[in-house]
C-alpha cells in the first residue's frame, strides 16, 4: 500500500486570496449581513445572467425560500428526483409541500418522460435538479406548464437553459464555489425576488413567516475571492476530465461520455457493474477516496416500490465517483488513472 497522501473525493479549493479577503472584512469589522453580501449577491447575479440574487444560509434554505416565494405549501405538489441528497426532499416539507419523486434518465439526471408519470392536476413545480455539473435542458420540462426551479447547487457556472423562474445554489463547503455554508436564489421576476427578500429579512406584515437564513459579510468575502477565481477552477475540472475521458476509455466501465458536453464536472461518475463496497475498497488500497453519486435514495425513505425508479436501482447501484478537484495535481490525477485501470482491468 502506498505511503503517499490521500486523495480526498471532495475538499474545498482554498488559497491566500481567500485568506486576505476575509481578514481584510474582519480587519474592517464588518462582519454581519452588509455590503459584502450586496456584492456577492450583484457579482453572483451578474456571473449567472439573472436580475436578482438574494444571499442564504444554504441550498435548502434557498429552495425554502424560492417555494415560499412562488406561495408553494400545504396542498401542493412538487416534483423532484428521487436520485438526490435529502436536502432537496427537506426543503420541499419544510415549505409544507408534498414531495413527488420521479425515476431519471440513464445520464444521472431527470427526463421529461419520467416527470410525465407523476405530475397531477395538484402539481404546483418542478424541481430540475442538475446533478454532477451535468446541465439538464431545463426548457423540456415547461411542457408541464407549471413553474420551474433550477437547483444548480452541484452546477454552478454551468450553462443552464431558460425556463426556471427561480434557481436555487449552495454555497456549501464542497461545492464549486464556496463561502463555507450558503447558498443563494436568483431570479428575474421582481415580485419573486421582493417575496424571497421579505421572507429572509422580514418586514412589518412578513415577520410570522421569516425564513432564519443568514449570510454574512464574512461569508461574502470569501464567495468574492472564489468568484474572482471561479473560472479557473472550472478550467481545471475540464482538464482533468478530459485526461480522465482520454486515459480510461476501454475500462469495461461507462464514462460520463454523453454528458462531456452539458457537463462542468463537479462530479466525474462512471457505471461499473461490480458492488460499489468492494470498488471502494479497492481504492481506498490506493489511498484514494471515491464515493456513491448520491448516498441513498428518497423513494427508498418512503418504502416506494422500486419498480417504478428502474433506472435510479441501476444508476445508484453501478456509479461511482472519481475524485476531480480544482487543487488536484497533475500526479495525483495519474494516480487516479493508474488505479482505476488496475481495478476494472
Ligand atoms: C442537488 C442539491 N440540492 C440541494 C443541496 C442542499 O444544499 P446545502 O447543503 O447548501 O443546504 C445540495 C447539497 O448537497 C445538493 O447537492
Redesign the pocket.
Known amino acids: 500500500m502506498s505511503a503517499r497522501a490521500q486523495i480526498p473525493h471532495s475538499r474545498p479549493t482554498l488559497t491566500a486570496e481567500d485568506h486576505a479577503s476575509v481578514v481584510a472584512c474582519l480587519t474592517e469589522g464588518s462582519i454581519a449581513q452588509g455590503r459584502r453580501v450586496e456584492a456577492f449577491e450583484a457579482a453572483v447575479a451578474t456571473r449567472l445572467g439573472k436580475a436578482h440574487a438574494v444571499a442564504t444560509a444554504?441550498?435548502?434554505?434557498a429552495?425554502v425560500l424560492a417555494l415560499r416565494g412562488l406561495e408553494i405549501g400545504a396542498g401542493h405538489e412538487v416534483v423532484l428526483p428521487s436520485y438526490?441528497?435529502y436536502?432537496?426532499r427537506d426543503a420541499v416539507t419544510a415549505a409544507g409541500a408534498t414531495p413527488v419523486y420521479c425515476d431519471i434518465g440513464s445520464g444521472w439526471s431527470m427526463t421529461p418522460e419520467a416527470v410525465e408519470r407523476v405530475v397531477t392536476p395538484q402539481t404546483r413545480a418542478i424541481i430540475v435538479?442538475h446533478?454532477f455539473g451535468i446541465a439538464v435542458p431545463t426548457g423540456a420540462f415547461l411542457r408541464f406548464g407549471v413553474p420551474l426551479i433550477d437547483?444548480v447547487?452541484?452546477s454552478f457556472g454551468a450553462a443552464i437553459e431558460p425556463g426556471a423562474v427561480v434557481t436555487c445554489a449552495?454555497?456549501?463547503a464542497t461545492k464549486l464555489l464556496t463561502t463555507g455554508?450558503?447558498?443563494m436564489v436568483l431570479t428575474d421576476d421582481v415580485r419573486i425576488y421582493e417575496r424571497v427578500t421579505l421572507l429572509r429579512d422580514g418586514a412589518h406584515g412578513c415577520r410570522g413567516e421569516r425564513v432564519p437564513a443568514p449570510f454574512t459579510d464574512l461569508q461574502a468575502a470569501l464567495g468574492l475571492s472564489q468568484l474572482a477565481r471561479f473560472e479557473t477552477f472550472l478550467a481545471r475540472r475540464r482538464e482533468i476530465a478530459a485526461a480522465y475521458l482520454g486515459d480510461l476509455s476501454g475500462i469495461g466501465c461507462r464514462l460520463p461520455v454523453d454528458v462531456r458536453e452539458r457537463s462542468i464536472f463537479f462530479r466525474f461518475p462512471l457505471r461499473a457493474t461490480r458492488p460499489f463496497e468492494g470498488v471502494r475498497l479497492a481504492f481506498m488500497a490506493h489511498g484514494i477516496h471515491v464515493r456513491r453519486g448520491v448516498d441513498a435514495l428518497l423513494h427508498h425513505a418512503e418504502g416506494l416500490p422500486a419498480e417504478r425508479f428502474p433506472e435510479t436501482e441501476t444508476t445508484f447501484a453501478e456509479t461511482v465517483c472519481l475524485p476531480i478537484l480544482p487543487s488536484m495535481s497533475d500526479d495525483d490525477i495519474a494516480r487516479v488513472i493508474v488505479a482505476t485501470r488496475e481495478i476494472f482491468s
Not at 444554504?58 to 434554505?61: A, I, K, L, P, V
Open positions: 444554504s441550498g435548502t434554505s429552495l438526490v441528497c436536502a432537496v435538479v446533478n437547483d447547487c452541484q449552495s454555497f456549501q455554508e450558503g447558498g
